[in-house]
Structures are given as C-alpha cells and as structure tokens.
T-cell receptor, first 115, second 115 residues
Framework: AQKITQTQPGMFVQEKEAVTLDCTYD???????LFWYKQPSSGEMIFLIY??????QNATEGRYSLNFQKARKSANLVISASQLGDSAMYFC????????????FGKGTMLLVSP | EPEVTQTPSHQVTQMGQEVILRCVPI?????FYWYRQILGQKVEFLVS????????KSEIFDDQFSVERPDGSNFTLKIRSTKLEDSAMYFC?????????????FGPGTRLTVL
C-alpha cells in the first residue's frame, strides 16, 4: 500500500521569501509519479507540479520546484518568492505504476503568506 | 484552457434522500474519477471509470454509490440514500490516460451537506 506523509500541518512565510513544504512517501513500486496540488480557501484542487520516479532532474514549473530525493523517499515542494495568493492548503499525492490509477494524498500543509 | 466542471457547487439534502452530482470532464480525456474530502481531512479516492465501466473502487464506494456516463460529456455520481457521514466535498477528476505520468485534473468540487 502507498502512504504519503506531510508532517507540517501549518507553515508561515513572509512575502517574497522561499518556503519548503515537506512530503515523504512509502511505496514498494519502482515506478511512480508524485504530484502537488494547491487548494485555496475556495476549495478547488489545482495541479501544480509533477515528478516521475525515473526523472533524473528535479521538476520545475515557474516559481514551483520539487526537491526530489529518491533514496530518502522525499518530494518536497519549494515555492520561491512567495506571494499572498500562495496562501492555501497544499497536498502531496502519489500514483504508483502497479494497480490502477488511484491518487493517494497526504493530509496537507496549510501555508500562510504574510505581507 | 480546458477544465473540469462540476454542478452544483453546493448541495443540501435530507438524510435518506438521493443525490446526483454532475461533472463534465475535459473533452479529450478518457479516464474519470471521483474523490471526496471530508471537512479538514485528506482527499480520498472513491472510484475510477474508463470505457463505460468502473476500473477501480475503494472501500468507501459501497452499494449506496453508483457512477454513470449518461452521454458523451457528463459523468455522474449518485448516492442512493444519503447519510450524515456522506457530508463532504466531492471532486471529479479526469486524465488523458492512466499511466504514472498522467496528471489528473480536478473540478472545483461539489460541497454536499446532509442534514
């Protein structure tokens, strides 16, 4: 079974600073995908970034980057130059290669960006 | 940019009533999913659907739940006899394929309140 752990229930950061949101995972699969989603207070789930287990380079998407350390089974999200609009809940999720297409989510981290 | 849409945004119902939640997936996507998120908790997988049949379902998806693709665009989740514990945000998602690298795009959600 897959498991995603997000140990930070809440994080605070000042505007324009960088912040790292932690995610560790557990799976016996060799091939898997890791995803980060953002959930603002309005409730929708917004896809941010994807990292494949066989990708040699860390994924980047604008101000988002993924610090992927396969041996440690961690996939931390780094947000650079935080903006007030980044205040939201952030979920890490994983999809294994075995079985079907289920996404397994972590419990999320609430990020608050202050002026 | 194509997006997943869901209606209604908020549904209030009495315990024991039937509800149908509607979704329009992204038009060229072939795989469809329902997830739910009880308030303050993580997102949980309910069911995946491909080629007009269920491909995977979780333990949550019992006989009270059913899914259907009644036409070429809509994808519905029916709860036959709602219970208080069905109160949650229900997300529809879709993806082009079901591989590890395939991103699932989520709709804005339907908040279901069972009284």
């Amino acid at each position: 079974a897959q498991k995603i752990t997000q140990t930070q229930p809440g994080m605070f950061v000042q505007e324009k600073e960088a912040v790292t949101l932690d995610c560790t995972y557990d799976t016996s699969d060799q091939s898997y995908g890791l995803f980060w989603y953002k959930q603002p207070s309005s409730g929708e789930m917004i896809f941010l970034i994807y990292q494949g287990s066989y990708d040699e380079q860390n994924a980047t998407e604008g101000r988002y980057s993924l610090n992927f350390q396969k041996a440690r089974k961690s996939a931390n999200l780094v947000i650079s130059a935080s903006q007030l609009g980044d205040s939201a809940m952030y979920f890490c999720a994983m999809r294994p290669n075995s079985g079907y297409s289920t996404l397994t989510f972590g419990k999320g981290t609430m990020l608050l960006v202050s002026p | 940019e194509p997006e997943v849409t869901q209606t209604p945004s908020h549904q209030v119902t009495q315990m024991g009533q039937e509800v149908i939640l509607r979704c329009v997936p992204i038009s060229n996507h072939l795989y469809f999913y329902w997830y739910r998120q009880i308030l303050g908790q993580k997102v949980e997988f309910l069911v995946s659907f491909y080629n007009n049949e269920i491909s995977e379902k979780s333990e949550i998806f019992d006989d009270q739940f059913s899914v259907e693709r009644p036409d070429g665009s809509n994808f519905t989740l029916k709860i036959r006899s709602t219970k208080l514990e069905d109160s949650a945000m229900y997300f529809c998602a879709s993806s082009e394929a079901s591989g590890v690298t395939d991103t699932q795009y989520f709709g804005p959600g339907t908040r279901l309140t069972v009284l």
